[in-house]
């Protein structure tokens, strides 16, 4: 398969950067061709709702670095959400990038898989509530399946994080994929 991870982490060696890492070493065993979009890295702009993608055959109003993601959204066949908790929400980084979709919307809604991995300081998982909802909200609108949700509670920092086995858990979500 084709399998595209979307991170939103500013944190090149975070939390969610190492549980990408390990989905990535789980997928890429198991014989996946995965490729990565660090959407804190790049420069995307917030969809402004101008409906230009919809109105006119020149696409998004904005040619930024969503010109390289979307080829591989397109022709991906699972893809692969990590963002940190921020505010009881996926992170702006990570968002921005998925409210540009909307550019995509008929060519999105086909057959693809769908996981969604965060992390947060909590050791309860209110925080990610929303999250939860958002990809849930996301994945049955572009009729995806889910293959799986790591919830990463109590995960503030790396030390944190190692205290648990949600590495494991990343390497098997992309295993096992
Ligand atoms: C702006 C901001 C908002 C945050 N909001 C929450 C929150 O609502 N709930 C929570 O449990 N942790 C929250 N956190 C903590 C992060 O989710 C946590 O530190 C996470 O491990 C960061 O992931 P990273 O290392 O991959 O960047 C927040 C952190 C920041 C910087």
Not at 99 to 125: C, E, G, P, Q, S
């Amino acid at each position: 398969m084709k399998v595209l991870v979307i991170t939103g982490s500013p944190h090149k060696n975070g939390t969610t950067a190492i549980l990408a890492e390990k989905f990535i070493n789980g997928a890429t065993e198991a014989g996946h061709e995965v490729s990565c979009f660090n959407a804190a890295f790049k420069n995307v702009h917030p969809c402004i709702a101008c409906e230009k993608c919809h109105n006119t055959d020149t696409g998004c109003a904005f040619k930024d670095d969503m010109e390289e993601l979307n080829p591989k959204l397109l022709e991906a066949d699972a893809i692969i959400f990590i963002s940190p908790i921020y505010y009881y929400a996926m992170n702006a980084q990570i968002k921005t990038v998925i409210d540009r979709f909307y550019a995509n919307d008929a060519a999105l809604h086909k057959n693809k898989k769908a996981a969604l991995i965060v992390t947060m300081a909590d050791d309860t998982t209110e925080s990610a509530d929303g999250a939860i909802a958002s990809f849930k909200g996301m994945t049955n609108f572009l009729e995806w399946d889910i293959a799986g949700i790591i919830t990463g509670v109590a995960c503030g920092d790396v030390d944190a994080l190692n205290k648990t086995d949600y590495p494991e858990q990343a390497y098997a979500l992309g295993k096992n994929l």
